[in-house]
């Protein structure tokens, strides 16, 4: 399950986006803090944990995402990618992904849940950037990738802005997410580096 194969279809329907950005004279760097932005935001809402700040934070933590796509397809409009533009882009997406898994951790006061929620994703991109640095590629696979992930955070949020109650050992929507990122980040993370063993 990845959302990621299908970035071509979302690439389609960036055409307004990218041309209102170039057109108030946005940056590809300036989209990429704007998406940070986004996600500190929905951090902020999700850790309030109440209905309608669970809401906003779906709502910002999508918009997030869709930035984040706006912001290579702005640099490729422009001609203007370059080196670190991607390596800003992608020390801002991680620091989105602790903001917004710390924002639901605060939310349930789920702490030790949110600490190797945080770790799994962590690990999951330090895989794949460490397989690319040792020179076999940069390897995206696994059983979720960082559109799925905000995809289910999103829905995480409108859930749990209706139905906060326990459903399993003690858990409501938000901390099975959190479990599910922990599990599913540490199990791609092995996959990954038991992947790139076999390579080298």
Do not use: C
């Not at 760097?29 to 704007?34: I, P, Y």
């Not at 700040?53 to 997030?64: P, R, S």
């Not at 599913?184 to 390579?199: E, N, P, S």
């Amino acid at each position: 399950m990845t959302l990621d194969q299908y970035r071509s279809v979302a690439d389609r329907l960036l055409g307004p986006w990218v041309h209102a950005a170039a057109k108030i004279g946005l940056s590809p760097d300036q989209v990429s803090v704007l998406a940070f932005g986004a996600a500190v935001a929905a951090a902020g809402a999700f850790a309030v944990g109440e209905p309608v700040f669970y809401i906003a934070g779906a709502v910002l933590v999508l918009l997030n995402g869709w930035l984040d796509i706006v912001d290579g397809a702005l640099a490729r409009h422009l001609e203007v990618s370059s080196d670190g533009g991607d390596l800003l882009d992608h020390v801002l997406d991680r620091y989105a992904d602790i903001a917004v898994i710390a924002g639901f951790t605060i939310g349930i006061e789920a702490y030790a849940l949110g600490f190797a929620a945080v770790t799994g994703v962590l690990m999951t991109s330090y895989m794949g950037t460490q397989i690319q640095a040792v020179g076999i590629g940069r390897e995206y696979g696994g059983l979720l990738g960082r559109a799925d992930r905000l995809a289910l955070m999103g829905i995480v949020g409108v859930v749990a802005a209706v139905y906060s109650a326990p459903i399993v050992v003690g858990l409501n929507v938000v901390g099975l997410l959190l479990a599910l990122f922990a599990a599913v980040g540490h199990l791609t993370a092995v996959q990954r580096f038991l992947g790139a063993w076999r390579d080298l």
